[in-house]
């Protein structure tokens, strides 16, 4: 069975700082997909960013890039001068791409916290 | 708007009842999601539904059960048989197969058990 671990609970940085948030998972597959999810106090879980297994070039939307350490099964999120806005929980997700419709597998979370 | 609609916010049950949530998406996709949330625990799969008139168990599948006779709804049932309810319920859709294939969540629902 697949697993994702995100080992820090929490994480703080200040704004316009770089922030990385690790996550690491365990498969047996060679075809997934990973996702970083962020979930606001408004609790309305938000797409941040996806990386294809298949792709060796780390994903970048804006301020996040991740970086994906296929062979180490490692899949950090790098926030890039980071805002008040960007204060949230962070999901790592897992979902396997050999059957289309596959449910996600989430890590426990990290809460990150933005201080002026 | 497209999107996913999950009623009601915030839902309280007593001991021995069966609740149900409601889950709608206009998203036209084939694929519904019920997850649960705890403190602490990350999200956890309860029911999936590939295509309507079908539906999987999750993980923690047990004291809840699920129904997908219109592909635009996918109700989730917490019966008494669930001992321990209280937490937030997050329902999700996607178009497998599509270009991204990416989930989409509903707002949530926060069940609590008087």
């Known amino acids: 069975a697949q697993t994702v671990t995100q080992s820090q609970p929490e994480m703080s940085v200040q704004e316009a700082e770089t922030v990385t948030l690790s996550c690491t998972y365990d498969t047996s597959e060679s075809d997934y997909y990973l996702f970083w999810y962020k979930q606001p106090p408004s609790r309305q879980m938000i797409l941040v960013i996806r990386?294809?297994?298949?792709?060796?070039q780390n994903a970048t939307e804006n301020r996040f890039s991740v970086n994906f350490q296929k062979a180490a099964k490692s899949f950090s999120l790098k926030i890039s001068d980071s805002q008040l806005g960007d204060a949230a929980m962070y999901f790592c997700?897992?979902?396997?791409?050999?059957?289309?419709?596959?449910?996600?597998?989430f890590g426990k979370g990290t809460t990150l916290s933005v201080s002026s | 708007d497209g999107g996913i609609t999950q009623s009601p916010k915030y839902l309280f049950r007593k001991e021995g009842q069966n609740v149900t949530l409601s889950c709608e998406q206009n998203l036209n996709h084939d694929a519904m999601y019920w997850y649960r949330q705890d403190p602490g625990q990350g999200l956890r799969l309860i029911y999936y539904?590939?295509?309507?008139?079908?539906?999987q168990k999750g993980d923690i599948a047990e004291g809840y059960s699920v129904s997908r006779e219109k592909k635009e709804s996918f109700p989730l049932t917490v019966t008494s048989a669930q001992k321990n309810p209280t937490a937030f319920y997050l329902c999700?859709?996607?178009?497998?197969?599509?270009?991204?294939?990416?989930?989409?969540f509903g707002p949530g629902t926060r069940l609590t058990v008087l």
């Open positions: 999700a859709s996607s178009q497998p197969g599509g270009a991204e294939d990416e989930q989409f």
């Open positions: 539904s590939q295509i309507v008139n079908d539906f």
């Open positions: 997700a897992y979902r396997s791409g050999y059957q289309a419709g596959t449910a996600l597998i």
């Open positions: 990386q294809e297994a298949y792709k060796q």
